[in-house]
């Protein structure tokens, strides 16, 4: 550029040009900040929504018993509501099983969201993440399988619940049997015994030298009594158990000696589940066996003994006869 005035107007011109450059240099670093102060808000109130302000899971499960509604240790096919402490429609949310077995339910109809427990034991973790929002929480659930059948007497007495034969050691007794642990629901399962070979406690005893014993042979598939949990127990299988073993009237036409009756059998008998929810069909997962047994002895008494329940019958006293009417106590 050429220019054509004086030296002292081309000074002035020039501080002026000067100015105006700083006053730019000025005004875009100001911009810049506005806007860096912005963006560090934005992604505060963002961690903030994500840490502070998302709900938190609440879990009821449907089943009634135990009374413990609000507990995470559920029994395998348990079914547990979601909902979330805000009031918040859970399904504005997106849920998922992101660790451990079972599944996530969603019922348009009721509005309603729950999770469904699977078939193996072991730890679950239930998430939720909402779309837009860095917000997730997750709730943790304990599955439990059947650990063991556990016997008591029969909730409604009925005829024949004891019996015996006079002078031979074979009895039987009716029971109601229990799926422990006794702190969970097993609502949505369905039990079933197996077959299993008798075995000799003592291959000198009376039952080993006499015949005729059958092998037990395994039942049908059956269900749970709904919400019927016993402390202690656990929850009730929906039938009663008919226990029976010993020797039969028609295997012995001479009842032997007194002495000749000790001795004892028994049979652990192989136990199955299944859910019936998520596997109606399937073959089920095997659990503890229960123990059946029936020990005679010399004193004249035989003790008919499963799943942690057992009865002295005694098989001298010749006013018991087959299908007398013993209460169980």
């Known amino acids: 550029m050429y220019w054509q005035g004086s030296k002292t107007e081309f000074k002035l011109s020039m501080k002026s040009y000067i100015y105006f450059l700083l006053a730019l240099i000025l005004l875009s670093v100001t911009t810049h900040t506005v806007h860096s102060q912005e963006r560090s808000s934005t992604v505060e109130a963002l961690n903030f929504v994500g840490c502070d302000d998302c709900p938190n899971i609440i879990t009821l499960t449907r089943a009634l018993a135990p009374a413990d509604r609000t507990r995470t240790k559920i029994g395998v096919g348990e079914e547990v509501d979601l909902s979330l402490d805000d009031q918040s429609n859970p399904l504005n949310f997106n849920w998922d099983v992101t660790e451990g077995n ?11 969201v729950f999770f469904r427990a699977g078939e193996l034991a072991g730890s679950s973790i239930v998430t939720y993440t909402q779309s837009n929002s860095t917000c997730s929480k997750t709730a943790t659930f304990t599955v439990l399988a059947p650990s063991s059948v556990e016997m008591d007497c029969p909730v409604v007495i009925t005829d024949q619940l004891l019996f015996n034969v006079k002078y031979y050691p074979a009895c039987g007794m009716t029971l109601t049997p229990y799926i422990s642990p006794s702190d969970v629901s097993f609502n949505y399962i369905e039990v079933k015994e197996g ?8 291959d000198s005893s009376f039952f080993w030298t006499s015949s005729g014993f059958d092998d037990h042979v395994g039942g049908a598939w059956t269900g749970i009594v709904v919400d019927a949990v016993s402390p202690g127990l656990g929850s009730r299988v929906n039938a009663l158990d008919a226990v029976q073993m010993g020797r039969s009237y028609s295997n012995i036409p001479n009842p032997p000696s007194a002495l000749d009756r000790s001795g004892g059998i028994y049979t652990d008998i192989p136990m199955r589940y299944r859910v019936i929810t998520s596997n109606p069909n399937g073959a089920g997962t095997p659990f503890s066996p229960v123990r059946q047994q029936i020990i005679s002895q010399q004193n004249g008494t035989a003790v008919l003994a499963k799943g942690g329940f057992d009865y002295e019958f005694l098989n001298t006293n010749p006013s018991v006869n087959w299908g007398q009417e013993i209460f169980c106590q």
């Open 102 to 112: 079972g599944q996530i339910i969603i019922d348009q109809n009721t509005q309603t």
């Open 195 to 202: 077959n299993s070979p008798i075995k000799y406690f003592d």
